[in-house]
């Protein structure tokens, strides 16, 4: 057997196809929708998936005024923000949230399921959030996939 010519593929920045996906959240849990979303981000749904390159797709999520929390998250829940001064730590809680900026409530959750380093930085800007079902980003043809269909 020529062990010679079985080799592991790892992709780069010239190699990776990315694409433009459209997902939306109507009607979605939150913590669902975003484990998906952070997924399909990295780049995991993809055969050639490599942990340390940035290989995922650009994901537009509409409609995320309309995304659902079970339980009594919705009132319960809080996010504990700090300014930095003495007696400045801040708390919200996701109702406060969908009613004054509603697609920051998405991006939070997506945010903390992506790795925690410079990688997930440049992870999080290939996702755009947006109120409504309209977006700008028809020039990239964006193509609509059902959630259901990732594993």
């Not at 959240?25 to 939150?30: C, D, I, M, W």
């Not at 780049?43 to 290989?55: A, M, S």
């Not at 440049?122 to 959030?129: G, I, S, Y």
Request: some cysteine; aromatic content about 6%; glycine content about 8%.
């Amino acid at each position: 057997m020529d062990t010679l010519s079985y080799k592991t593929i790892s992709a780069n920045k010239a190699t990776v196809k990315k694409e433009w996906l459209v997902i939306d959240a109507e009607g979605q849990v939150l913590g669902r929708l975003a484990s998906k979303v952070a997924f399909i981000l990295r780049g995991k749904h993809k055969p050639d998936f490599t942990p340390h390159v940035d290989c995922g797709d650009n994901v537009i999520v509409i409609n995320a005024e309309k995304v659902k929390l079970t339980g009594n998250k919705l009132t319960q829940k809080e996010y504990v923000r700090h300014s930095g001064y003495p007696g400045g730590q801040r708390t919200q809680n996701p109702e406060d949230i969908l009613k004054k900026y509603p697609e920051r409530l998405v991006e939070k959750a997506v945010k903390g399921m992506l790795p925690k380093n410079r990688l997930g930085s440049e992870l999080f800007r290939n996702l755009k959030v947006v109120i409504g079902s309209e977006h700008k980003h028809e020039a990239q043809k964006p193509r609509v996939i059902d959630l259901n269909s990732i594993k």
